[in-house]
């Protein structure tokens, strides 16, 4: 085997080795769903980055940019990671309060609801099932292009690694191997972007260069490459769309069960709030790396084909051997880490929340959901076969359900004191609904929708519309009441000035980054973009009125006003004083 094999081959072995070692320690239904309750702060942000940092960002995103709109995607600030602080402020740490079992399983007992369970639960088979499809095509795809292994064999290995640990170690397992894929592909993708950047003659040559790039004209401009051909005519319709993704992304980071199930695991609500700043930053700057990255790739190669595999090719050709193959094993850990969480998450609501296993005995229920979890492993397997890959549209059109149909719900049950059982069944419908089958119509090209009817927003606004109008017709009960009434009951142990100190730190670091970053952009990004385009004004000094300068400053609004809020609202929740 090369050097590739054998580092991606030697990661795999360890991970399951892990993962089966962490299944050793499940006892009970809690261990496997929820990790015991005790995880730290790291394992949190390593299984909240891990789960999300997938073929969808390193192959599907990172190929989307190298394709035409490497600019936008670096100089917008990442704005859907808020969804990360918010969503641990009005929804994840009231989550974790709950002490349920699953999401699916916390929508049950707030609305005191089989049926809005089981909705949930299929919601999270159907959606996650697809995006387990995506992830599990990524890996293979992977694998086939640096082994001798075919796509079929490449999709049996890819399988087996993350099925096998995953179903025996449970959320325990998962959490464990996502922060050590964490810390990989993290530290894969920053060493490979310094050894980038050097190579290539630092990030004022590699702007200039990809700035005047004919055959990519625009790729590195605010809004990247429109007009015929794509699927912008103008930049309005790029700055609406991009604007609705990150607000559909965002919702998806404060709702999705991939994401807000992990506060679940948090050892206590600090823990909740100081992982979720620290993974907004996280992913916020790591996908700045990976996308600017798949810009980078045009310095090497203008016509890879497919545009999803920029990254495997610049990781075979532009890099040192340990070096790429540290960034290909990277790779790979971001996608079988999302797949033990999807898989996992699916597993847990086949067999916890759609009502088709009812027994007290815990060792009974924890085999059957081994079981479940390699029956929905097997046929996410045999629909990988059937189906052809399309790693980015895939996910972006999955992902955003969530956004839509447990978007309103979610925040609303809360917040809502007058939201009832029946409009959280209904508005989580429709809002699946109103966004599944017209994104199925524009799709398969028998529709065409302009980009403020998105959708995501179709579902979205349809969903808050039926639960208002339902909740106007239906009486809250009292066990709804009650259930919410206590959600919003502090725990005495939370409320500690030594633990409020240490959770302050980390929304202190959002506001560094809103101050950092945009000196960054503009001193090795708009600067040389705009000398090499002829922008610069006659003096020499920057245009501050392009679209580019405009979108750097953003970096400042966005993430300090989020630090500056998230302080205050820790200080006055949890400081004793207050």
């Known amino acids: 085997m090369d050097i590739y094999t054998t580092t991606i081959a030697i990661s795999i072995v360890i991970y399951i080795a892990i993962g089966n070692y962490a299944g050793r320690g499940v006892k009970k239904l809690d261990d496997y769903y929820v990790a015991g309750r005790r995880a730290p702060t790291l394992v949190i942000v390593g299984t909240l980055v891990a789960s999300v940092m997938s073929s969808t960002m390193f ?37 974790r309060r709950s002490r349920a079992t699953t999401l699916a399983a916390f929508f049950g007992a707030r609305f005191n609801s089989v049926r809005v369970q089981i909705l949930a639960g299929i919601t999270i088979i159907l959606a996650l099932g697809g995006y387990l499809l995506a992830v599990t095509q990524g890996a293979a795809i992977l694998l086939s292009q640096l082994t001798e ?19 025996y170690s449970g959320s325990r397992g998962v959490i464990l191997t996502d922060t050590l894929m964490f810390l990989l592909f993290t530290v894969a993708s920053i060493a490979a972007a310094i050894y980038l950047i050097s190579d290539l003659g630092g990030m004022t040559n590699i702007i200039e260069k990809l700035a005047t790039i004919e055959a990519k004209a625009d790729l590195m401009s605010w809004h990247g490459i429109i007009g015929p051909g794509t699927e912008w005519p103008t930049a309005t319709d790029f700055l609406i769309w991009m604007l609705v993704i990150d607000a559909s992304w965002a919702l998806v980071y404060v709702v999705s069960p991939w994401q807000s199930s992990r506060h679940l695991m948090a050892k206590n609500e600090h823990v909740v709030l100081r992982s979720a700043c620290i993974a907004c930053l996280a992913v916020g700057l790591l996908q700045v790396i990976v996308y600017g990255m798949g810009g980078v790739i045009n310095l090497g190669k203008l016509d890879i084909d497919p545009p999803e595999s ?5 990781s075979l050709t532009m890099m040192p051997g340990i070096l790429g193959a540290l960034m290909l094993a990277g790779i790979m850990a971001a996608v079988l880490s999302s797949a033990s969480t999807f898989l996992s998450l699916v597993g847990f609501s086949a067999s916890n929340d759609i009502g088709i296993h009812k027994n007290v005995d815990e060792l009974k229920t924890l085999r059957f959901s081994r079981l479940m979890m390699l029956v929905i492993g097997t046929i996410a397997l045999v629909s990988a076969l059937i189906f052809p890959p399309n790693i980015f549209w895939l996910t972006t059109f999955i992902a955003t359900v969530f956004a839509s149909s447990w978007g309103p719900v979610g925040l609303m049950s809360i917040w809502s004191k007058r939201i009832t059982e029946a409009a959280a069944f209904w508005g989580m419908l429709s809002g699946l609904v109103f966004n599944v089958v017209p994104k199925f119509f524009e799709y398969n090209g028998m529709i065409e929708l302009p980009s403020y009817l998105n959708p995501v927003i179709i579902g979205a606004i349809a969903s808050l519309i039926v639960t208002l109008a339902v909740s106007r017709r239906t009486i809250v009960s009292k066990e709804e009441s ?73 970096w400042f609004v966005v993430y300090v006003t989020l630090g500056i809020f998230a302080f205050r609202i820790i200080r006055n929740a949890y400081s004793p004083l207050r």
């Open 59 to 95: 192959l599907g995103e990172a190929g989307f940019a190298y394709a035409g709109q490497a600019g936008p995607y670096v100089l917008f600030p990442q704005a859907a990671t808020v969804g990360y602080v918010f969503g641990a402020i009005f929804f994840g740490r009231y989550l």
């Open 149 to 167: 292994l075919g796509y079929v064999q490449s999709l049996i290995v890819a399988w087996l690694s993350y099925t096998t640990f995953t179903m």
């Open 310 to 314: 920029a990254t495997i090719w610049a």
């Open 482 to 554: 009650s259930y919410l009434s206590k959600l919003h009951e502090t725990p005495a142990d939370e409320i500690n000035a030594g633990k409020t100190r240490t959770t302050l730190w980390a929304p202190v670091i959002l506001v560094a980054n809103g101050l950092i970053m945009p000196f960054l952009l503009i001193s090795y990004y708009v600067r040389p973009y705009q000398s090499a385009t002829g922008t610069l004004s006659a003096d020499g000094s920057l245009d501050w009125f392009s679209g580019e300068s405009i979108l750097v400053m953003s």
